[in-house]
């Protein structure tokens, strides 16, 4: 049992993705902390066509500047790291939670077609759950923890009706400190690996 403890340990260390970037999660993080703030100002609670509007553009805007980020942070590292082993991880690493986020652009265009904007924020944290669980052999174990928060929170805001989805702090309470979270991860990951 030990030595099977101890492959499977190698194992996970060969498939530990190393080129993830703390900066770029807490970076991330920081983004939908903004974004609460902008969301706060313009449409704090929506209700209206022209908030919901305003909601959807804050917060898809948000998305596309995490991915450029994280992505970005991925495809430098890649630039850095050749190899066979390199382009491996790199495909599997920019595969993993791709479905997860294809997933949530189809939803997220049927739920807006529906008129049901105050779903989004609860399958967002979902559908990312998913994607984390999905890259789970690539990251930190702590990863998982994170996970399991998102998908808590997705619950939430799914199922109890006294919780305004929509609200400004929504989106920060969930990707906020969530993505600062996975960034502290890393970092401490990679500081202890060092």
């Known amino acids: 049992m030990a030595d099977l403890a101890e492959v499977r340990g190698r194992l996970a260390t060969i498939q530990r993705f190393d080129g993830y970037s703390s900066a ?5 993080g920081v983004v939908a902390l903004g974004a609460g703030v902008v969301q706060l100002i313009v449409a704090p609670h929506p209700r209206g066509a022209d908030d919901v509007r305003a909601y959807a553009t804050i917060w898809l805007v948000c998305l596309v500047v995490a991915l450029i980020l ?3 942070a991925i495809l430098a ?30 939803i997220t265009i049927a739920l807006m077609m529906r008129g049901l904007v105050g779903l989004l924020p609860g399958m967002w944290c979902a559908t990312y759950a998913l994607g984390l669980f999905a890259s789970r052999a ?4 702590e990863v998982v923890a994170v ?5 808590a929170v997705g619950a939430a805001l799914l199922l109890v009706p006294a919780i305004d989805p929509l609200a400004w702090w929504t989106m920060p309470f969930a990707f906020g400190i969530g993505q600062i979270a996975i960034g502290e991860i890393v970092r401490r990951d990679g500081s202890v690996r060092a």
């Open 77 to 106: 590292w890649h630039t850095r790291n050749r190899g066979m082993q390199a382009d491996a991880q790199f495909r599997t690493v920019g595969m993993s939670i791709l479905p997860a986020l294809a997933a949530g652009g189809v």
């Open 24 to 28: 770029a999660a807490i970076a991330s």
């Open 138 to 141: 690539l990251v930190p174990r």
């Open 70 to 72: 994280n992505y970005g």
């Open 147 to 151: 996970a399991v928060y998102f998908g």
